[in-house]
T-cell receptor, first 117, second 112 residues
Framework: NAGVMQNPRHLVRRRGQEARLRCSPM?????VYWYRQLPEEGLKFMVY????????ESGMPKERFSAEFPKEGPSILRIQQVVRGDSAAYFC???????????????FGPGTRLTVL | GENVEQHPSTLSVQEGDSAVIKCTYS??????FPWYKQELGKGPQLIID?????GEKKDQRIAVTLNKTAKHFSLHITETQPEDSAVYFC???????????FGQGTRLTINP
């Protein structure tokens, strides 16, 4: 049973370019969460999505960041016009039901380490 | 919003000894408290969790205790081994919310 998959594992971008991070949840999981981890810090919630719906984006920066989870295919976290401060590890997690209903465990992927030059 | 404080930030113990990491949370509506282990270059791995209707949970060498009145919970690792060396994060979820709120992490080093 494959776990949460993320790609690429490492991504290097120059300032002003776009970064696209992909996440495939565990089989049978329809709830996806994105977190950001700055060096030597804990993880910070960014966004919670279900298929074709953004449920909670309270942790997303207002500009340049967007997320989607289409009916078919992986969830995508998109960062436009990247700046050096975007350099971080971005983790995706998934759960079979909403995390607050019950409450269900979130399982994390290996992360994408974004470096902005 | 919810705030989770974690102590200590670093912890070094001799192999075979016990390690204890403590977390406090601010929102009394929090009802789920997982602990994650993160090794270098990897994603967080769930090691144990506890729900607010339980005071203690144990899984082999790992145990978690929860004091709802004081709003704190602790991770206990007994008979530590070198492979326990990692960064450990506590987290909480407020009932009805979807997001994990993480502590700042504890870097645990087991000295052989």
């Amino acid at each position: 049973n494959a776990g949460v998959m993320q790609n690429p594992r490492h991504l290097v971008r120059r300032r002003g370019q776009e970064a696209r991070l992909r996440c495939s949840p565990m089989k049978g999981h329809s709830h996806v969460y994105w977190y950001r981890q700055l060096p030597e810090e804990g993880l910070k919630f960014m966004v919670y999505l279900q298929k074709e719906n953004i449920i909670d984006e309270s942790g997303m920066p207002k500009e340049r960041f967007s997320a989607e989870f289409p009916k078919e295919g992986p969830s995508i976290l998109r960062i436009q016009q990247v700046v050096r401060g975007d350099s971080a590890a971005y983790f995706c997690a998934s759960s079979p039901r909403p995390a607050g209903a019950g409450t269900d465990t979130q399982y994390f992927g290996p992360g994408t380490r974004l470096t902005v030059l | 919003g919810e705030n989770v404080e974690q102590h200590p930030s670093t912890l070094s113990v001799q192999e075979g000894d016990s390690a204890v990491i403590k977390c406090t949370y601010s929102d009394s509506a929090s009802n789920y408290f997982p602990w994650y282990k993160q090794e270098l270059g990897k994603g967080p791995q769930l090691i144990i969790d506890i729900r607010s209707n339980v005071g203690e949970k144990k899984d082999q060498r790992i145990a978690v205790t929860l004091n709802k009145t004081a709003k704190h919970f602790s991770l206990h690792i007994t008979e530590t081994q070198p492979e326990d060396s990692a960064v450990y994060f506590c987290a909480s979820i407020i009932q009805g919310a979807q997001k994990l709120v993480f502590g700042q992490g504890t870097r645990l080093t087991i000295n052989p």
